[in-house]
């Protein structure tokens, strides 16, 4: 089967300094990763994806890192603001699970 | 107006009652699902249509049952509520972009409580 899975449960950044949240996938095979965002109250929402045949993509102030060696996703908030406290997952192709998620907290 | 929208909101409710859950979308997607979301355990599937004549079980659809009436409308039904149904429940819809990326698109979730 298929899993992906966040390193850390919650990640605590200081408002103004860059997020890294991470992913490992076990699916050689998907042809492509998302990420989502969902905040308190709100379903989630799309953030941005990448093609298994790329590296590297950017968004405005989110970039996301694929290295297919080792199967890890990276998802990096540049300038964290308050807005970007939520819970951020990275779920497989088949939209399964999306696991637990990752949960930011910014800090003023 | 929001594309994906649920009702109720919130619900109350009592162990061995039946209730329904209703999705309505209006972005013509083919593909809809549903999720329910625990705390620490993230969202988990609970069935999915991919058009008005298919459906399928998900991950955890043991207690749940579902319709697809149209393709803007596909409900979901706990037949006897039970206490551990608690949980906030997630409708979606996905379509695939021009980049070929199948993307979702979420309602804004309906609190249940089962007593």
């Known amino acids: 089967g298929e899993s992906v899975g966040l390193h850390l449960p919650t990640l605590s950044v200081q408002e103004g300094d860059n997020s890294i949240i991470n992913c490992a996938y076990s699916?050689?095979?998907?042809?492509?990763f998302i990420w989502y965002k969902q905040e308190s109250g709100k379903g989630p929402q799309f953030i941005i994806d990448?093609?298994?045949?790329?590296d590297k993509r950017q968004g405005q102030r989110v970039t996301v890192l694929l290295n297919k060696t080792v199967k890890h996703l990276s998802l990096q908030i540049a300038a964290t603001q308050p807005g970007d406290s939520a819970v951020y997952f990275c779920?497989?192709?088949?939209?399964?699970?999306f696991g637990a998620g990752t949960t930011v907290t910014v800090r003023a | 107006d929001a594309d994906v929208t649920q009702t109720p909101r919130n619900r109350i409710t009592k162990t061995g009652k039946r209730i329904m859950l209703e999705c309505s979308q209006t972005?013509?997607?083919?593909?809809m699902y549903w999720y329910r979301q625990d705390p620490g355990l993230g969202l988990r599937l609970i069935y999915y249509?991919?058009?008005?004549?298919?459906?399928n079980k998900g991950e955890i659809s043991d207690g749940y049952s579902v319709s697809r009436q149209a393709q803007a409308k596909f409900s979901l039904s706990l037949e006897s509520a039970i206490p551990n149904q608690t949980a906030l429940y997630f409708c979606?819809?996905?379509?695939?972009?021009?980049?070929?990326?199948?993307?979702?698109?979420f309602g804004p979730g309906t609190r249940l409580l089962v007593l």
């Open positions: 972005k013509g997607h083919d593909r």
């Open positions: 979606a819809t996905s379509d695939w972009g021009t980049a070929g990326v199948e993307t979702q698109y």
């Open positions: 249509s991919f058009d008005v004549k298919d459906i």
């Open positions: 779920p497989g192709d088949y939209k399964l699970s």
């Open positions: 699916n050689s095979a998907s042809d492509y």
């Open positions: 990448i093609r298994s045949n790329m």
